[in-house]
T-cell receptor
Framework: QKEVEQNSGPLSVPEGAIASLNCTYSDRVSQSFFWYRQYSGKSPELIMS????GDKEDGRFTAQLNKASQYVSLLIRDSQPSDSATYLCAPVDSGAGSYQLTFGKGTKLSVIP | GAVVSQHPSWVICKSGTSVKIECRSL??????MFWYRQFPKQSLMLMAT?????????EQGVEKDKFLINHASLTLSTLTVTSAHPEDSSFYIC????????????FGQGTRLTVV
């Protein structure tokens, strides 16, 4: 069974600081990874995708992927109170052409003004 | 990004009745739609994968006769919760995959179902 592990938090950081969110996954064949942000009572919204080892930067967000270690992370620079949400890591299982996301339980981030 | 519209946003129904939830891709053709369920403080759990024109594939433990999925067109999939019970109360979310983007999927707004 595919597993995605995330620290449930809450992770509290002061406004302006860097928030670091981590995720490990069990499925070695996963090639694509998504980070979603979910506000309470809302559906997830995609904030980052990463497909290759290394770093990928998009604005204040940087995703890091290490397939050998089965580890993916998300850094949020200059954290804002509006970043307070639950962040979900989701490796993609594209076996048999199906494309399925397996979600971790998410890390709840709280940015303190 | 592409838009996925889910309707209704919330619904309250009596125990024993059925509820239909619609998921529409508004500006793209969705070859595959996914239905998730999320209980409070839990992660999204995939219920079923729906491919246009074919039967849905259900995850282990999800009753296909209770959660009826229809994906009759490239822009519409429906989930019907039949004979709903209070334990079916949950947040139901669909996502649709854009054929053009190859891997990215977009989520609907979700439906909060409360069975009383």
């Amino acid at each position: 069974q595919k597993e995605v592990e995330q620290n449930s938090g809450p992770l509290s950081v002061p406004e302006g600081a860097i928030a670091s969110l981590n995720c490990t996954y069990s499925d070695r064949v996963s090639q694509s990874f998504f980070w979603y942000r979910q506000y309470s009572g809302k559906s997830p919204e995609l904030i980052m995708s990463i497909y290759s080892n290394g770093d990928k930067e998009d604005g204040r967000f940087t995703a890091q992927l290490n397939k050998a270690s089965q580890y993916v992370s998300l850094l949020i620079r200059d954290s804002q109170p509006s970043d307070s949400a639950t962040y979900l890591c989701a490796p993609v299982d594209s076996g048999a052409g199906s494309y399925q996301l397996t979600f971790g339980k998410g890390t709840k981030l709280s940015v303190i003004p | 990004g592409a838009v996925v519209s889910q309707h209704p946003s919330w619904v309250i129904c009596k125990s024993g009745t059925s509820v239909k939830i619609e998921c529409r891709s508004l500006d793209f053709q969705a070859t595959t739609m996914f239905w998730y369920r999320q209980f409070p403080k839990q992660s999204l759990m995939l219920m079923a994968t729906s491919n246009e024109g074919s039967k849905a594939t259900y995850e282990q433990g999800v009753e296909k006769d209770k959660f009826l999925i229809n994906h009759a067109s490239l822009t519409l999939s429906t989930l019907t919760v039949t004979s709903a019970h209070p334990e079916d109360s949950s947040f139901y979310i669909c996502s649709a995959r854009d054929r053009a983007s190859n891997t990215e999927a977009f989520f609907g707004q979700g439906t909060r179902l409360t069975v009383v």
